[in-house]
């Protein structure tokens, strides 16, 4: 499974590097700002590690509060000294400061400051209340934009050792580098400087220089992460990818109930069409369709006489044809058929063969009934 990163400039790659052996470890993190984006500790957070999150920020203090329930989530500032103190908020930044000039240039840019009062405690406070006196403090994040010193000078060194201490080493949103006034501490506190990322400077306790190794080169493919946002990225590509396989699925079952409608109505066309050849071919062998071929002809007559204009033939063969058929139906009811087929010599050849095969099938009657 690789590793998820969700810092700002990649620290919690370097600090996973040196301390991925450890198993719950436990963090400190002051000026927290979101429990997720910009997170250092979000990725330990995921892997079982736990906290204190300390973050003055109503807004962001609510969300931590919402998403870090392993932690404990301070809304609290830290200073060297406890009590009370003006803070400058800049909403929805990880910006909002104590060191007041830095506040005056963020309103100088344009931004929206907004001053309130905070707890303040120091992290001897912090330790003391809220950590165990077994409990290792794996490693301590300091982004407290521009306060860091009065934050290091809060804690008594010689007493509580974090492993790894990172601390934001340049000014807000700038480049400029601003650890001179604060390292002495450090460094003089039995910490070794192993490791600058261009925002943060890192040091590793004395005790613990076998970690020193991790920090001898940035983060490279070795370290087998991946960005929070490329997995986010991953995560909607294979969202989008299984709603156009739904999609797709249910063009199918669409197009699957559309066949089988078809299929039926094509098979119930044909059994209406099987029935009516049945019935058709029923009409055919019947004997009142041979009895009334000659009538049928007749009809055929008609429609091309008409359609030839010949009128005077026309009257003349309804005349021969309303005597032919009253012989023959008269003739046929008394079963004297040869005498009703006599009266038709005059009639063309085809109505000839008609009236031979209609005097066949009488025969071919009475012999049965014989």
């Known amino acids: 499974m690789p590793f998820i990163s969700f810092a700002q400039n990649f620290e919690d790659i370097m600090l996973w590097r040196a301390?991925?052996?450890?198993?719950?470890?436990?963090?400190?993190?002051?000026?927290?700002?979101?429990?997720?984006?910009?997170?250092?500790?979000?990725?330990?957070?995921?892997?079982?590690?736990?906290?204190?999150?300390?973050?003055?920020?109503?807004?962001?203090?609510?969300?931590?509060?919402?998403?870090?329930?392993?932690?404990?989530?301070?809304?609290?500032?830290?200073?060297?000294?406890?009590g009370a103190m003006q803070m400058s908020f800049i909403s929805d930044t990880g910006l909002s400061t104590l060191h007041h000039e830095i506040a005056d240039q963020h309103s100088q840019e344009g931004r929206q400051v907004e001053m309130e009062t905070v707890t303040v405690t120091t992290l001897n406070d912090i330790v003391q209340n809220f950590v165990a006196q077994d409990q290792p403090i794996h490693f301590l994040k300091v982004d407290v934009e521009g306060h860091e010193a009065a934050v290091l000078k809060s804690l008594d060194w010689l007493k509580v050792r974090p492993w790894i201490v990172l601390v934001e080493a340049t000014l807000p949103m700038s480049q400029v580098e601003s650890y001179a006034h604060w390292e002495p501490i450090l460094v003089s506190s039995g910490y070794f400087f192993v490791y600058?990322?261009?925002?943060?400077?890192?040091?590793?306790?004395?005790?613990?220089?076998?970690?020193?190794?991790?920090?001898r080169c940035p983060p490279n493919v070795f370290d087998g992460f991946i960005l929070v946002n490329q997995r986010r990225m991953a995560q909607e590509r294979t969202e989008q990818a299984e709603l156009l396989a739904q999609q797709a699925w249910q063009e199918v079952e669409r197009a699957r109930s559309s066949e089988s409608l078809a299929h039926g109505l094509v098979n119930q066309l044909q059994n209406q069409n099987n029935a009516l050849e049945h019935q058709l071919l029923s009409v055919y062998l019947s004997n009142s369709w041979k009895m009334t071929a000659p009538l049928r002809w007749y009809k055929l007559q008609i429609r091309r006489l008409?359609?030839?204009?010949?009128?005077?033939?026309?009257?003349?063969?309804?005349?021969?044809?309303?005597?032919?058929?009253?012989?023959v139906f008269s003739s046929s009811a008394k079963g004297n058929t040869q005498q009703a087929f006599e009266t038709i010599s005059e009639l063309t050849p085809r109505a000839m063969q008609i009236c031979e095969k209609l005097q066949q099938g009488q025969e071919q009657k009475k012999n049965q009934d014989l």
Request: net charge neutral; aromatic share 12%; proline share 4%.
């Open 306 to 327: 008409k359609q030839e204009g010949l009128l005077s033939r026309l009257r003349a063969l309804n005349f021969k044809m309303a005597l032919i058929l009253r012989g």
């Open 19 to 82: 301390l991925g052996h450890v198993q719950n470890g436990f963090y400190i993190d002051v000026g927290a700002a979101w429990p997720t984006d910009d997170s250092v500790t979000k990725a330990f957070y995921d892997r079982g590690w736990h906290g204190i999150n300390i973050e003055p920020s109503p807004q962001l203090y609510k969300r931590l509060c919402q998403e870090r329930l392993k932690d404990i989530n301070l809304q609290l500032a830290i200073s060297d000294q406890p």
């Open 196 to 215: 600058a990322d261009g925002i943060n400077r890192f040091y590793v306790a004395q005790e613990h220089s076998e970690l020193f190794a991790a920090f």
